[in-house]
């Protein structure tokens, strides 16, 4: 049995080459059943393709070119429905979309803090967080720049949520400015339409998605990598609220195609000169008494170059000890 598509299409260029005939001199030339025939009949009439009356019961058929027009109307108009429908389940989608972390937050145990080990734990659960996120995506990156090729991936799935429109904002240390790749980075993120901003110190290494969902860097666990989740608006707010202090004192991104100041890689002048950002930030961690590589990984910084560093300050503040440093800093108002 032929297709019906082939049928109709049969029978109309039948009517064409032949004006006049009927349907049992059509179902003499095509082979289709007189059913197939009858119902091919009816199709073209719907379509406005042939013509009859009582008058005249022979089916005449249009011109081909008023054919070709009345088929492309069609068409037209099922795409139009078609894209109706589209817009219509888009908008229902989005409605959904809205709630749609806080429902799967609340359907995986709702509030609370869960503590994730290992590199493949933590990695597994950004991703997921990043396909899930739907309105803001919200960062923090201190210690040492991550490599390229971990920034090169890191940027295809910020591309990815940019995309579906979520908006990002993140916070670097101001080194990435210092670092030919690191720049890059920066710059390309901004072009993708993220917000970025740079500070001399950050806290801790911290992700926030829509809001209810968060991680935050933790110390390693015998070895391993480690991070906690946190889960539901309520527990999520404080690390936004720690989010937002970073982002209103961090510093707006500068042109990146301008050279970088060096800061503290220039010649420091005279010794009474005031102290860079990244300098009192350094200050006022020796005062309060951390550690070398807590120093180290807030200013994203090698341990040679802290040391380096540290010399630096405390020569030009003729300083002994790390709470010298400080008080002499304090005392000269390069503190707040």
């Known amino acids: 049995?032929?297709?019906e598509a082939d049928v109709v299409q049969e029978l109309f260029r039948f009517l064409v080459a032949a004006p006049g005939s009927t349907l049992r001199h059509a179902q003499e030339q095509i082979q289709a059943e007189a059913e197939e025939l009858g119902s091919a009949m009816d199709l073209l009439a719907d379509h406005g393709l042939v013509r009859s009356s009582p008058a005249h019961p022979v089916p005449v058929p249009v011109a081909p070119e008023v054919a070709l027009a009345r088929i492309l109307e069609r068409e037209e108009e099922?795409?139009?429905r078609r894209l109706?429908?589209?817009?219509?389940?888009?908008?229902i989608l989005a409605a959904l979309s809205e709630n749609l972390m806080a429902m799967q937050v609340a359907g995986r145990g709702g509030i609370g803090v869960t503590l994730l080990e290992g590199e493949g734990e933590v990695v597994s659960a950004l991703e997921s967080a990043a396909v899930r996120a739907r309105k803001e995506v919200l960062s923090m990156h201190p210690g040492v720049p991550l490599s390229a090729n971990m920034l090169t991936e890191s940027m295809e799935r910020n591309?990815?949520?940019?995309?579906?429109g979520v908006a990002m904002r993140s916070i670097?240390?101001?080194?990435m400015l210092r670092i030919p790749y690191g720049r890059a980075h920066l710059r390309h993120l901004q072009e993708a339409g993220a917000e970025v901003r740079v500070a001399s110190v950050l806290p801790l290494r911290l992700i926030?998605?829509?809001?209810?969902l968060g991680y935050a860097s933790t110390p390693p666990r015998e070895g391993r990598f480690a991070a906690l989740e946190f889960k539901g608006p309520e527990v999520v707010h404080v690390l936004l609220q720690m989010f937002e202090h970073c982002w209103v004192h961090g510093a707006v991104v500068p042109p990146l195609d301008e050279p970088v100041s060096r800061g503290s890689q220039e010649p420091s002048g005279a010794a009474d000169a005031e102290l860079d950002e990244r300098e009192r930030a350094l200050v006022r961690m020796l005062a309060e008494g951390l550690k070398d590589v807590a120093i180290a990984r807030s200013l994203g910084v090698s341990s040679r170059t802290l040391r380096r560093l540290m010399t630096d300050v405390m020569d030009r503040l003729e300083a002994d000890s790390r709470f010298q440093a400080g008080a002499r800093a304090m005392a000269r108002g390069w503190l707040d």
């Open 1 to 3: 049995m032929a297709e």
């Open 78 to 80: 099922s795409l139009r």
């Open 84 to 91: 109706d429908e589209l817009r219509r389940k888009k908008s």
């Open 159 to 164: 591309h990815q949520a940019l995309k579906r």
């Open 172 to 175: 670097h240390l101001d080194c």
């Open 208 to 212: 926030v998605v829509d809001g209810v």
